[in-house]
């Protein structure tokens, strides 16, 4: 079983700046897509940005530019680097490792708030 756990989240104003962390279980070496969702209230869940065990990413066009996601093998843990923060930034966000439709594992959620 894979254990991800997020932190980090909290309340920050519109412009502010925020590092979510997701640490692993296991190695993040070898998982093929480690990648951030977030689930705003009343919407669905949806990809924020994800990175791959050759180093390619991918980051959904309303964050290109102001987020960043970076993975450190060492200690097994996954960043989102969020900058010029949003309102409509706000949301539930998930950490998630994939490998195969059999290995597919999330963290419990962290709660971001961009509010004056």
């Known amino acids: 079983q894979v254990r991800l756990v997020e932190s980090g989240g909290g309340l920050v104003q519109p412009g502010g700046s925020l590092r979510l962390s997701c640490a692993a279980s296991?190695?993040?070496?070898?998982?093929?897509?480690m990648g951030w969702y977030r689930q705003a209230p009343g919407k669905e869940r949806e990809l924020v940005a994800v990175v791959t065990s050759g180093g390619s990413t991918n980051y959904a066009d309303s964050v290109k530019g102001r987020f960043t996601i970076s993975g450190d093998n060492a200690k097994s843990t996954m960043y989102l680097q969020m900058n010029s923060l949003k309102p409509e930034d706000t949301a539930v966000y998930y950490c998630?490792?994939?490998?195969?439709?059999?290995?597919?594992?999330w963290g419990q959620g962290t709660q971001v708030t961009v509010s004056s």
């Open positions: 296991v190695s993040i070496f070898s998982i093929s897509h």
């Open positions: 998630n490792a994939h490998k195969d439709s059999w290995w597919d594992y």
